[in-house]
């Protein structure tokens, strides 16, 4: 789906998260526009239907979004990287409601779920020969609604639900909902998604990496984790178990590890076995607006807030905190090698470690020595980031446009549905009729063949666990929600404060504060514009 280009009609469809006249007079503005299409125009055929679902998927990967404000709002308040850039500042804990990268996530988020709400309002009436692949379109929006509330429910906990567009200034006036009806919502849409949506295997070509069947199960089984972690409702743990055991016993297509790990995270490998759940990005350096809707608007995965240090040579770069390689060094093979997957994750001096044979740090194309760049630029940490950049440009390719990086982002991979199965055993989910046991999920993550790491023999527990998630999905967005789930966040950063006197001060840095940062502030201009609002706790 990278070629996919998103409907400019959508501008009539959607709005932003602004109060209602706003919206109202963008509308007036467009409707005497004739050359403009309208409402009553759009949403006669099939391949409107397309355009109105790629443009769900447009708001979701705009940068002002999930392509860079939105991911780095989980990334970066997670405890492996400190950065200097906007996209950060809010886990560094120096910003609040009012700054655009709090508030813009929000907007567009919610400009997405509009989008869903106009396709499942409006597609059931048009006339299609082929019933499935209106089926099709139908779970799209209902899965596509499901992550957006979901997103705004772990980045905001306070939100407002909406399953029906708003049509007057009361619709986007409402309070906000309790968390728990937003679960119930979300989990409802994603077992309606599972229904209507099509197995691996029937989106092809240009269509690739559109959501399935298994992307609705691998969310669903992720939303009954998060859950029953988040609010103490260990009931959650045996459904989420069944969601991640159909993917594994193959009820939606055949998912697998593919054989090299770091093809998980390159822009030629793209959608591949592993992949469940797959924003789609394409390097644009024509279409490098910003604003979704217009004309010169790109989807490209921006590199600002995880660049490693020297690849711009300023704040928008990142360091990855000592601890995370400390992680790797001492997860050894039965020679002393380091984990292999170190080399996909991280930059750093590989002088410093046992490794296999041929195995090592790469920068960009063509560049020797990636690793002195941090002794240059930050002396006081060891490690950078690797994941999330299309290391085959060069640097001079790299430092030139953000928007030349292709990469896209993998939201859910098989080895994370192997590991959540067995964390969800674990904690108390039964093992399905016919599972396999959480040691043998384990197992298979860390003996990949590119990983082939040893064995576990004892029965594992949840340390277990979180050393095998910090190995296989550092620097991927999942930390923050894995501490906090686990209730160990306030912990884990007054550990990390008082043990690391460099830990997140890469920047300017307000240490963690129980009970306020665990949510993003609701933004200012919301709380402006809707009396029924109310911030988040601390804020």
């Given at each position: 789906?990278?070629?996919s280009?998103?409907?400019?009609?959508?501008?009539?469809?959607?709005?932003?998260?602004?109060?209602?006249?706003?919206?109202k007079?963008?509308?007036?503005?467009?409707?005497?526009n004739?050359t403009?299409?309208?409402?009553?125009?759009?949403?006669?055929?099939?391949?409107?239907?397309?355009?109105?679902?790629?443009?769900?998927?447009?708001?979701?990967?705009?940068?002002?979004?999930?392509?860079?404000?939105?991911?780095?709002?989980?990334?970066?308040?997670?405890?492996?990287m400190?950065?200097?850039?906007d996209?950060?500042k809010i886990?560094?804990?120096?910003?609040?409601?009012?700054f655009?990268?709090?508030q813009?996530?929000w907007?567009?988020?919610?400009?997405?779920?509009?989008?869903?709400?106009?396709?499942?309002?409006?597609?059931?009436?048009?006339?299609?020969?082929?019933?499935?692949?209106?089926?099709a379109?139908?779970?799209?929006?209902?899965?596509?609604?499901?992550?957006?509330?979901?997103?705004?429910?772990?980045s905001?906990?306070?939100?407002?639900l909406?399953?029906?567009?708003?049509?007057?200034?009361?619709d986007?006036?409402?309070?906000?909902?309790?968390?728990?009806?937003?679960?119930?919502s979300?989990?409802?849409?994603?077992?309606?998604?599972?229904?209507?949506?099509p197995?691996?295997?029937?989106?092809?070509?240009?269509?690739?990496?559109?959501?399935t069947?298994?992307?609705?199960?691998?969310?669903?089984?992720k939303?009954?984790?998060?859950?029953?972690?988040i609010?103490?409702?260990?009931?959650?743990?045996?459904?989420?178990?069944?969601?991640?055991?159909?993917?594994?016993?193959?009820?939606?297509?055949?998912y697998?590890?593919?054989?090299?790990?770091?093809?998980?995270?390159?822009?030629?490998?793209?959608?591949?076995?592993?992949?469940?759940?797959?924003?789609?990005?394409?390097a644009?350096?024509?279409?490098?607006?910003?604003?979704?809707?217009t004309?010169?608007?790109?989807?490209?995965?921006?590199?600002?807030?995880?660049?490693?240090?020297?690849a711009?040579?300023?704040?928008?770069?990142?360091?990855?905190?000592?601890?995370?390689?400390?992680?790797?060094?001492?997860?050894?093979?039965?020679?002393?090698?380091?984990?292999?997957?170190?080399?996909?994750?991280?930059?750093?001096?590989?002088?410093?470690?046992q490794?296999?044979?041929?195995?090592?740090?790469?920068?960009?194309?063509?560049?020797?020595?990636?690793?002195?760049?941090?002794?240059?630029?930050?002396p006081?940490?060891?490690?950078?980031?690797?994941?999330?950049i299309?290391?085959?440009?060069?640097?001079?390719?790299?430092?030139?446009?953000?928007?030349a990086?292709?990469?896209?982002?993998?939201?859910?991979?098989?080895?994370?549905?192997l590991?959540?199965?067995?964390?969800?055993?674990?904690?108390?989910g039964a093992?399905?009729?016919?599972?396999?046991?959480?040691?043998?999920?384990?197992?298979?993550?860390?003996?990949?063949?590119?990983?082939?790491?040893?064995?576990?023999t004892?029965?594992?527990?949840?340390?277990?666990?979180?050393?095998?998630?910090?190995?296989?999905?550092?620097?991927?967005?999942?930390?923050?929600?894995?501490?906090?789930?686990w209730?160990?966040?306030?912990a884990?950063?007054a550990?990390?404060?008082?043990?690391?006197?460099?830990?997140?001060?890469?920047?300017?840095?307000?240490?963690?504060?129980?009970?306020?940062?665990?949510?993003?502030?609701i933004?200012?201009?919301?709380?402006?514009?809707?009396?029924?609002?109310?911030?988040?706790?601390?804020?």
């Amino acid at each position: 789906m990278k070629n996919s280009s998103y409907s400019l009609s959508l501008l009539l469809l959607t709005c932003c998260s602004l109060p209602f006249v706003a919206c109202k007079k963008q509308l007036n503005d467009y409707s005497i526009n004739p050359t403009q299409l309208s409402v009553a125009s759009f949403y006669k055929t099939p391949q409107d239907a397309n355009l109105a679902v790629l443009g769900i998927y447009g708001y979701i990967t705009t940068p002002r979004s999930y392509a860079l404000e939105g991911q780095r709002a989980g990334l970066l308040r997670g405890d492996e990287m400190s950065t200097g850039a906007d996209y950060g500042k809010i886990g560094q804990h120096t910003v609040d409601g009012t700054f655009y990268t709090s508030q813009e996530p929000w907007q567009f988020t919610y400009a997405a779920l509009y989008a869903a709400n106009d396709v499942l309002e409006k597609v059931p009436s048009i006339n299609f020969s082929d019933a499935k692949l209106k089926n099709a379109y139908l779970g799209e929006a209902h899965c596509l609604r499901a992550f957006c509330h979901f997103f705004l429910l772990m980045s905001y906990r306070n939100i407002k639900l909406y399953t029906a567009t708003p049509k007057t200034a009361a619709d986007y006036l409402k309070p906000q909902s309790p968390p728990a009806v937003v679960w119930d919502s979300v989990i409802a849409d994603l077992q309606i998604a599972k229904s209507l949506l099509p197995s691996k295997g029937y989106w092809t070509g240009s269509n690739t990496g559109r959501v399935t069947a298994g992307s609705a199960s691998a969310l669903l089984g992720k939303v009954f984790l998060y859950r029953a972690g988040i609010e103490n409702q260990n009931q959650y743990y045996a459904q989420a178990a069944g969601e991640f055991n159909d993917i594994i016993t193959g009820k939606y297509g055949a998912y697998r590890l593919v054989s090299n790990y770091g093809d998980n995270f390159d822009a030629v490998n793209s959608n591949n076995d592993e992949s469940l759940f797959e924003l789609q990005y394409k390097a644009d350096l024509v279409n490098t607006n910003f604003n979704p809707g217009t004309s010169s608007s790109g989807v490209w995965f921006d590199g600002r807030g995880i660049a490693p240090c020297g690849a711009f040579n300023g704040a928008n770069e990142a360091i990855v905190h000592n601890w995370v390689l400390d992680a790797f060094k001492q997860s050894v093979d039965a020679s002393g090698n380091i984990d292999p997957r170190v080399f996909s994750t991280l930059i750093f001096d590989d002088q410093s470690v046992q490794k296999r044979p041929g195995q090592g740090v790469t920068g960009f194309a063509g560049q020797s020595q990636p690793a002195a760049l941090i002794t240059k630029y930050a002396p006081n940490y060891t490690a950078a980031n690797k994941k999330g950049i299309d290391f085959s440009l060069t640097q001079t390719q790299f430092n030139a446009s953000t928007r030349a990086n292709a990469v896209n982002y993998r939201y859910i991979r098989y080895a994370d549905v192997l590991l959540m199965y067995a964390e969800a055993v674990i904690q108390g989910g039964a093992t399905p009729g016919g599972g396999i046991s959480p040691l043998a999920a384990i197992n298979q993550v860390r003996q990949r063949p590119s990983v082939n790491m040893p064995p576990i023999t004892a029965t594992p527990d949840m340390n277990t666990i979180e050393q095998e998630r910090i190995l296989e999905l550092s620097n991927e967005g999942h930390r923050f929600y894995d501490l906090l789930r686990w209730g160990k966040l306030a912990a884990r950063f007054a550990a990390l404060e008082n043990s690391d006197p460099n830990f997140k001060k890469y920047s300017s840095y307000t240490p963690f504060k129980k009970g306020k940062d665990e949510w993003m502030p609701i933004p200012a201009n919301e709380l402006q514009a809707n009396k029924y609002m109310i911030n988040n706790p601390g804020w």
